[in-house]
């Protein structure tokens, strides 16, 4: 009996442990460099190339590195996204290393504020998932499409599966130390 409580123990000490450090917000910097917030030089080098190789969850971060003298970071709204209106911002920052928490679950459009920027492709699309879909998978966040409406997360059974399976081990690993 007291084999199979320490055991019990093990498996859930396992189990906090590595949802602790799965639960952990990330700071992205976008473009993946303290250059990235710029012109892109071509299609294949946009910020949304970058962005579709990241997943982004609630609670993350995303910083932006630029001359506050010469550009911004503009978050808008899907439609002043696709024509480029810098005059209805949702937010503005102008300080060079802007730091945004996503805050919720979704897309975040975000474009520059220096004139002609973003028609020349300087903005980004960041498709945010639930905590809730942390463990859902590795894949690569969805792409972001400039004409498509709200993203939304998939759901699965993966998560809770995982969890069972973890559970399994510590107790197996409880056995074998006794």
Same mark, same amino acid.
């Given at each position: ?7 019990l ?19 992205f910097?976008v473009? *993946?460099?303290?250059d ?19 997943r ?28 480029c ?6 937010e503005?920052?102008k300080d ?7 805050d919720?679950? *979704?897309p975040?459009?975000?474009?520059s ?6 028609e ?34 998939p759901?699965s ?12 081990? *510590?107790?197996?690993? *409880?056995?074998?130390?006794?």
């Amino acid at each position: 009996m007291a084999g199979i409580l320490r055991a019990l123990c093990y498996s859930l000490v396992l189990v906090f442990l590595l949802s602790a450090t799965s639960s952990a917000a990330k700071e992205f910097l976008v473009g *993946g460099k303290t250059d990235g917030w710029k012109i892109p030089s071509s299609q294949s080098d946009s910020l949304n190339k970058w962005a579709e190789t990241s997943r982004f969850l609630v609670g993350d971060s995303l910083v932006w590195k630029y001359e506050k003298e010469k550009d911004s970071v503009l978050k808008v709204r899907r439609e002043a996204y696709i024509s480029c209106n810098a005059t209805d911002a949702i937010e503005e920052y102008k300080d060079g290393n802007t730091k945004v928490t996503l805050d919720k679950s *979704g897309p975040h459009y975000f474009i520059s504020g220096a004139e002609g920027h973003c028609e020349k492709g300087q903005k980004l699309i960041v498709v945010v998932m639930s905590q809730r879909h942390r463990l859902v998978g590795e894949s690569p966040a969805p792409s972001p499409a400039e004409i498509e409406g709200p993203a939304v997360a998939p759901t699965s059974g993966a998560a809770s599966f995982r969890a069972g399976c973890l559970v399994a081990l *510590g107790v197996l690993v *409880g056995f074998l130390w006794m």
